[in-house]
């Protein structure tokens, strides 16, 4: 420090390098937060791009089961009526049967 200087003007001097520092500090701290918002911002964006494509695929693989369990339901209902043409008296028999039991069960 310059002994030759006046101290109120030295005090002056030294609030505004601080108000010159706090300005600093206050823009790089707004640059930093506005990175971390467009940090943040970029990562929403992947993770929503990689829910999307998991839904995507969820999805397919839904109605790939779907369509499975509807063939499968497809084809038993084909057998049964078959069976049933074969065999009458043994589809009535088991008819009843079924039907008595889920009375019996139903009935409590």
């Known amino acids: 420090m310059n002994q030759h200087r006046n101290p109120e003007e030295a ?10 520092a706090g300005g600093d500090i206050k823009e790089a701290i707004s640059a930093k937060a506005e990175d971390i918002r467009q940090a943040a911002a970029q990562k929403t964006d992947e993770l929503r791009e990689a829910a999307q494509g998991k839904a995507q695929e969820l999805g397919a693989a839904a109605e790939s089961a779907w369509a499975d369990a509807t063939s499968q339901a497809k084809t038993w209902q084909t ?3 078959a069976y049933a043409r074969d065999n009458p008296t043994k589809a009535v028999l088991i008819a009843l049967g079924a039907g ?3 009375g019996l069960l139903f009935r409590k």
């Open 100 to 102: 008595f039991v889920l």
């Open 11 to 20: 005090a002056e001097s030294a609030k505004g390098h601080l108000r010159a």
């Open 79 to 81: 057998k049964g009526e």
